[in-house]
């Protein structure tokens, strides 16, 4: 079978923005913005089963697999590690003789051949494309311990792993003489303002607000937005202080009129030099950001002065934004325990 494109294209072309009537030069300008944009589940659990297959005689030993799959064709999974956290009257098939329950802490079951601790189960990283087996082996319940009857269990489990969301935004600054002239003229320029969004379940926005293009040597304002997508949840619902970092090449950090981004939100601004020595400006946000039940964040706005942009008719810049998070994956296994006589 074939796996799916590894990427959606959209195009949108935009006319000009919502108002009364069309703002300064957007009838000469016209601005597409193409949008490449990364699947979202790259991590997947398939495959879960059981042997012996379900109803499962009482005190029988079980083995409970699933398979962990990268579905990624770049980006490595990070810090891969399982949990079985819920096997409630299942005893550890490896250890104790079969005597301890799964869900004690300190008995807690573990994978075949895997380095484990009482907080988790550490596989290291999966590569793109890669796949790893998990195997328990558990004891059923005791026919007395079901009181003989036939009883329904769900053993549940949880895949987390690190991974970095990507994005690249390309504006395009507009020299406003430029505009004057296409008005004599009678003409009109086609430019593109294209964003590319990497794999994952996390995508982040990054777009101009209330404008198609920067106007030169007047206020331009930036959206930054995290967007959730992905089956699973983000571990503790948030991206943490410190791993959300913006970077406007090739803009200084002069050129920002409130380095705080949004109320209430604080960031840490740095200068950079980038190649060929262009000042850059880079954000770190100092608080947690934390999503709503829409699967969004708070909307991060950053606001520049404008930039001289000279003779040149447009120029483009880039805006770069990561996150570094970790995700959470949740499965179940249903099993029913049945005595043989009933």
Same mark, same amino acid.
Not at 19 to 35: A, E, M, W, Y
Not at 151 to 162: G, I, P, Y
Not at 265 to 294: P, Y
């Given at each position: ?7 959606? !294209? ?7 923005? /919502? ?93 075949? /051949? ?15 494309? %890669? ?42 600054? !507009? ?5 004057? /002239? ?10 593109? /303002? ?29 959206? &930054? ?20 970092? !913006? ?28 190649? %060929? ?12 950001? !934390? ?6 964040? &708070? ?32 499965? &179940? ?10």
């Amino acid at each position: 079978m074939l796996k799916a494109a590894a990427f959606v !294209v959209f195009v949108l072309l935009v006319t000009g923005c /919502a108002g009364f009537g069309p703002d300064f030069g957007t009838n000469q300008i016209k601005v597409s913005r193409p949008l490449t944009e990364g699947l979202s589940n790259i991590a997947t659990i398939r495959d879960i089963n059981t042997i012996p297959n379900s109803p499962v005689l009482p005190g029988d030993q079980m083995d409970l697999s699933f398979i962990i799959e990268n579905t990624d064709n770049q980006e490595s999974l990070k810090n891969v590690n399982v949990e079985l956290y819920d096997a409630g009257s299942f005893l550890n098939g490896q250890s104790m003789g079969g005597t301890g329950l799964c869900n004690l802490v300190n008995v807690m079951c573990t994978p075949e /051949a895997e380095a484990c601790t009482i907080e988790k189960c550490d596989m290291g990283s999966l590569a793109p494309g %890669g796949q790893k087996l998990i195997n328990y082996k558990l004891i059923a319940p005791s026919a007395d311990d079901i009181l003989k009857l036939s009883t329904d269990f769900e053993l549940r489990f949880a895949v987390q792993h690190d991974y970095i969301a990507k994005t690249t935004y390309r504006p395009v600054a !507009v020299n406003a003489d430029e505009i004057k /002239a296409l008005q004599r003229a009678g003409q009109q320029v086609s430019i593109e /303002a294209p964003t590319s969004i990497g794999s994952g379940p996390l995508k982040l926005d990054v777009s101009l607000k209330n404008r198609d293009f920067i106007l030169n040597n007047n206020k331009a304002t930036f959206e &930054v937005r995290a967007r959730h997508t992905g089956t699973g949840r983000l571990a503790d619902n948030k991206i943490a202080a410190g791993k959300l970092v !913006v970077t406007f090449v090739g803009i200084g950090c002069d050129k920002f009129t409130d380095k705080d981004a949004v109320v209430g939100l604080k960031f840490t601004s740095a200068s950079l030099q980038t190649t %060929g020595g262009a000042a850059s400006c880079k954000f770190m946000n100092k608080e947690d950001i !934390v999503f709503f039940s829409q699967g969004l964040s &708070v909307p991060m706005l950053f606001t520049m002065s404008g930039d001289d942009i000279g003779n040149v008719p447009q120029k483009s810049y880039e805006v770069t934004a990561t996150a570094d998070y970790t995700y959470r994956l949740s499965g &179940v296994a249903a099993v029913t325990v049945k005595p043989a006589e009933i």
